[in-house]
């Protein structure tokens, strides 16, 4: 239940999303895109599940083990001309691609109903918990997009595209203050689910 910031870029596309901000005169557009990976474990019990996953975790460079994640990178496209003596931006697109990964259990078949309901149930607060996250980069980028298309420079547009791009930094940077907040709020959430209960025995 991390965030990241690399992702190998491997895997099938299996959705696309767009979205396209007009909020100002310049051209600005923000397009993402989702890969849906499977990360495979095995067990039939929740605690043989459970101890599986711990042993065969989501490994990430930055952030470590998790049970489910989302990783995330993206490119700025900018152009800047002069007009009516300022320089200001013509065109941003902004492109986020993320790779959310999920658990899917390969002995499925084989576990009982009941384990069957809480390990559907598990994923599906997995899969919620990791979507929100995108949703929350989503939304910054639909506010910080056209904000960054109305900056002005001074005519000559020297050190102009140096000024957008730090700007997208630092309300990236804000961003990532709100994905952990929705961390700390969601994760006892996650870790409440029937089944982790059965599994940890609690």
Known sequence: MENRRRWPVTGLVLMLLACC?????????????????????????????WRYMNAHPIMDPDDGAA????????????QVATKNGACRVTS???RWNFVLTLPKAVDYG???????????NFVAGLKRHEETHRSIF??????FVPEATRLTG????????????????????????????????????VLGLSFIRAATGR
């Open 21 to 49: 901000v007009a909020a100002s005169p310049a051209w600005a557009e923000l397009v993402y895109k989702t890969q849906y990976r499977d990360h495979p474990v095995r067990g039939t019990t929740p605690p043989e599940v």
């Open 67 to 78: 049970y489910a994640n989302l990783t995330h990178d993206h490119d700025l496209s900018l």
């Open 92 to 94: 941003l697109t902004f």
């Open 110 to 120: 084989r576990m009982s109903a009941s384990t069957k309901s809480m390990w559907t």
């Open 138 to 143: 989503v939304n910054c980028g639909e506010v």
């Open 154 to 189: 001074p005519s000559g547009c020297i050190g102009m595209q140096r000024k957008v791009r730090r700007f997208i930094d630092q309300r990236y940077a804000s961003c990532m203050a709100k994905q952990k907040a929705f961390e700390k709020r969601d994760r006892s959430r």
